[in-house]
C-alpha cells in the first residue's frame, strides 16, 4: 500500500469516527478498532464504515450520508483495487495513518496527491551548509576563520566539503547561531 492510500483510509476513518460522534455514536468505543486500523487499513475503515453506514448505528440522515459517501469517494480514488489487502503496514506508514487520521477528526483539508509532496517538501528540514549560515550571519570567510582561531583557507575547505571536526563544527554552530544540522549538507 502506497503513503496515498494509506493517508486516505486514516483520514476516512478519521473522519467517518468525528461524524459519527456528531451523530451522538460514542467512537471510544471502537479504540481497538481504530489500533487494528492503524495496522491493517483497508480492512479498519471497511468494518467502521459498515457500521455506521448499515450497522445499529447507521447514520439516518440522508444529506449526511450523501456527504459522508460523497467525502470517502473523494479520498478512495489514491486507493487502488491490488492494494485492497489486510496486510499489516510497516511502522513508517502507521504514522502516515495516524497523521491522516487526525487531520480528519480535526477538520484540516487532506494531503493527497500532488498537495502532500508539496507540503512535505514545505515540511521538510532545510540542510543550509556552513557557507549559507555564514553569509546568513553576514560574515566573511576572513571574520569567521579569525573567530574559529584557524585560517581563511580551513574555512574555504569546510565550505567546499572538506571534512570539519566534530569540535569544529559545535564551535561554528555557536559562532554562526545555527545548529550543526544546519551546517551539515
Known amino acids: 500500500m502506497d503513503r496515498d492510500a494509506v493517508y486516505a ?25 481504530r489500533k487494528n486500523a492503524c495496522l491493517r487499513p483497508m480492512m479498519g475503515y471497511t468494518q467502521l464504515y459498515s457500521d455506521l453506514i448499515f450497522g445499529q448505528h447507521k447514520f439516518r440522515d440522508k444529506i449526511k450520508r450523501k456527504w459522508i459517501d ?23 506508514l502507521q504514522g502516515v495513518w495516524l497523521t491522516a487520521y487526525y487531520h ?30 555564514r553569509k546568513a550571519a553576514g560574515m566573511t570567510q576572513k571574520e569567521l576563520a579569525d573567530k574559529m582561531g584557524t585560517g581563511q583557507s580551513a574555512v574555504s575547505a569546510w ?21 550543526i544540522d544546519d551546517l551539515v549538507v
Open 9 to 33: 483510509l486514516g483520514y476516512a476513518y478519521g473522519l467517518l469516527e468525528g461524524q459519527a460522534e456528531k451523530e451522538g455514536y460514542r467512537p471510544d468505543v471502537h479504540t481497538g478498532k
Open 70 to 92: 460523497n467525502q470517502m469517494a473523494e479520498l478512495l480514488q489514491y486507493v487502488e483495487v491490488e492494494e485492497l489487502d489486510n496486510n499489516v503496514i510497516s511502522l513508517d
Open 104 to 133: 480528519g477528526r480535526g477538520g484540516k483539508k487532506a494531503r493527497l496527491g500532488k498537495e502532500s509532496e508539496e507540503a512535505e517538501k514545505a515540511e521538510a528540514p532545510k540542510k543550509k551548509g556552513i557557507s549559507a549560515c
Open 159 to 179: 565550505e567546499n566539503g572538506g571534512n570539519v571536526t566534530i569540535e569544529n563544527l559545535k564551535k561554528l554552530a555557536e559562532v554562526l547561531g545555527c545548529t
